[in-house]
Nanobody, 121 residues
Framework: QVQLVESGGGLVQAGGSLRVSCAAP????????MGWYRQGPGKQREMVAT???????NYADSVKGRFTISTDTAKNTVYLQMNSLKPEDTAVYFC???????????????WGQGTQVTVSS
């Protein structure tokens, strides 16, 4: 069973930076997509940034120019570098992966447990 392990959240002042990481340890599967979503207080979960094995990336308009998603395919790890953080970036950040298991005909949608990012004003 594929699991995602997140780390790197925390408390930071506005204008500061944080990097969150998400790893999918193990073998016997292939990751097709990875991404970050967030859910702020009283809000719905929203896409922050996604990336594919082909290298294409997609960002929410609210984070363009401030956040950067990157991957280490050898480690099945995705990173989200967050710069110029704002109080409105405060949320639980969830890692997501589209995982293909050889022999299956579907891409499984896997979620991490979430990591809290709090930006103080």
């Amino acid at each position: 069973q594929v699991q995602l392990v997140e780390s790197g959240g925390g408390l930071v002042q506005a204008g500061g930076s944080l990097r969150v990481s998400c790893a999918a340890p193990g073998s016997g599967f292939f990751i097709r997509t990875m991404g970050w979503y967030r859910q702020g207080p009283g809000k719905q979960r929203e896409m922050v940034a996604t990336t594919t094995t082909g290298g294409s990336t997609n960002y929410a308009d609210s984070v363009k120019g401030r956040f950067t998603i990157s991957t280490d395919t050898a480690k099945n790890t995705v990173y989200l570098q967050m710069n110029s953080l704002k109080p409105e970036d405060t949320a639980v950040y969830f890692c997501n992966a589209g995982v293909l298991v050889p022999g299956d005909e579907v891409v499984y949608d896997i979620w991490g447990q979430g990591t809290q990012v709090t930006v103080s004003s």
